[in-house]
């Protein structure tokens, strides 16, 4: 949006920004105040209009107050105490939200309560760098490419508190995901909406990989009159039909200026200096933007020994995951390999070492005392994947570990304890949540059924 495209001599975007600023609704709200803060945002940082600074300032501090005790948002805002009601949060509404208030605290609104909910919410977002998509719902990240425009959102965000390493691995994900676009929860909509904003983030050399994979879509979903329509999922996709006959024109026009785009005064002058990096290294940039777009043409069955420990210490979860499920498909003795990789400080070829392991099953029992400590690892992350790795041993190395997972639900780790509900985590590999924000009774019963389920044999149960 941030592109110069506002339609100049027309009337008709005063008279849409004064019913911006009235908007309310009673009924998922979630999923539209984010978008109607982002148009009331651009407008007063485009035109200097403070007229409906008042509607922008009500929309920012009810989502704000509507905002989870993590940070996050469902359908509808969360309940006074915290919670949100429903199956959980809902994260593709919760993007849009983030992005709205960091654009109504660009566009002069400056309160405190704006200020946290922003900070709450990027530390949130920071946490999936590295483990995978932002999901469509819950917490868990996903290893695919694709959630339902999940994804592609965080680079987006360029403004909220995201380092540069941090947007680049959302934008890789996004273009990585260049051959998931079509499926979606309840249709693909959103998907396109995000897609090329989020692969813009790499520049016009990625935007280029990503629309020889991508550019027959719109070729299709372009009509006679150069109008765009929404396409549906393939049957059987999850396509609810609920944006049936809806026009993308305009969200498609936004993603093919996005090469165009005319950035914030205060990133100009970091722009112009990485530009001329790439101006340096195009041959580097070039090759790096093709192996983003992650060809999947070429089975792994046919990939070498090499080539898959290399996977397991790819930028990708995607790929770290594949590689470790193929790697434990094969016949050989990896696990010294492996577990040199998991001693290592690669974090990635250390997560890829650990989900490898698991992948191995019983042939990876001399490997338990590893996942035992990596239990005790600052990294939640790793702890995570320790915790699925050891369910796939065999029957004495499960039994063995049966208190070291009830252990880690009692266990304060040290990277949380210092953090508070609105400060970044104290390091990148550490959670967002502090131990005191979380519910600790349930967690904790949770953690034991999963224990009880996962690690003790069905016929020592009582």
């Known amino acids: ?6 339609p100049a001599g027309t009337g008709n975007i005063e008279r849409e920004a004064k019913w911006a600023a009235d908007f309310t609704t009673t009924g998922y709200l979630s999923w539209y105040y984010g978008y109607v803060m982002t148009f009331l945002g651009e407008y007063v940082i485009a035109t200097g209009d403070t007229s409906v600074m008042p509607g922008l300032k009500r929309l920012a501090l009810e989502t704000a107050r509507g905002q989870s005790g993590v940070g996050t948002w469902g359908h509808r805002f969360a309940e006074p105490g915290g919670n949100i009601g429903g199956y959980g949060c809902i994260n593709q509404p919760g993007l849009s939200l983030t992005i709205g208030m960091v654009l109504a605290r660009e566009a ?19 946490w999936y760098v ?47 995901a260049y051959s998931e676009r079509e499926h979606g929860h309840t249709g693909n909509y959103f998907k396109y909406v995000w897609a090329l904003l989020g692969v813009a983030r790499r520049g016009p050399l990625a935007i280029g990989a990503y629309l020889r994979e991508q550019a027959w879509y719109y070729d299709l979903a372009r009509g006679w009159d150069t109008s765009f329509v929404y396409q549906p999922s393939p049957e059987g996709q999850e396509e609810h039909h609920k944006y049936t006959g809806w026009d993308c024109t305009g969200t498609h026009l936004i993603a093919f200026c996005a090469a ?28 790096r933007a093709r192996l ?61 070492a650990c989900e490898a392991i698991g992948a191995l099953g019983p042939r990876a029992d001399a490997a338990a005392p ?81 224990t009880a389920r996962n690690f003790i044999p069905q016929s020592s149960r009582s």
């Not at 949006?1 to 506002?6: E, N």
């Not at 239990?375 to 992350?381: C, E, G, I, Q, R």
């Not at 699925?388 to 009830?406: C, F, H, N, Q, Y």
């Open 260 to 287: 165009a785009e005319k950035p914030a005064p205060h990133w100009q002058k970091a722009l112009h200096r990485r530009a001329a990096q790439r101006r340096a290294s195009r041959r580097g940039h070039r090759r």
């Open 130 to 176: 590295d483990k995978g998509a932002v999901p469509t719902v819950t917490i868990c990240p996903s290893p695919r490419t694709r959630t339902t425009a999940s994804a592609p959102l965080p680079p987006c965000r360029s403004t909220c508190s995201a380092t540069a390493r941090r947007r680049s691995f959302f934008a890789k994900m996004s273009t990585a």
């Open 370 to 450: 590893q996942l035992r400590a990596a239990l005790k690892d600052a990294d939640p992350w790793l702890q995570w994947l320790a915790a699925e790795a050891i369910p796939t041993l065999s029957l004495a190395g499960r039994k063995a570990s049966v208190s070291d997972p009830l252990a880690v639900t009692v266990r304060v780790n040290p990277a949380t304890h210092a953090a508070t509900p609105h400060s970044p985590p104290a390091s990148r590999f550490s959670p967002i949540t502090p131990a005191r924000a979380r519910p600790a009774a349930s967690s904790k019963t949770r953690s034991m059924a999963w």
């Open 1 to 6: 949006m941030r592109s110069g495209c506002w």
């Open 292 to 352: 983003c777009v992650q060809r999947r043409r070429e089975p792994l069955r046919k990939r070498t020994t090499e080539q898959l420990f290399a996977g397991l210490a790819s930028w990708s979860p995607f790929v770290r995951k594949r590689s470790a499920a193929a790697l434990g498909k094969r016949e050989g003795d990896f696990l010294p390999a492996l577990l040199k990789m998991l001693a290592g400080k690669n974090r990635e070829a250390c997560y890829g």
């Open 108 to 126: 002069g609104v400056k309160e405190p309560a704006l200020d946290r909910a922003i900070a709450k919410a990027a530390g949130f977002l920071r």
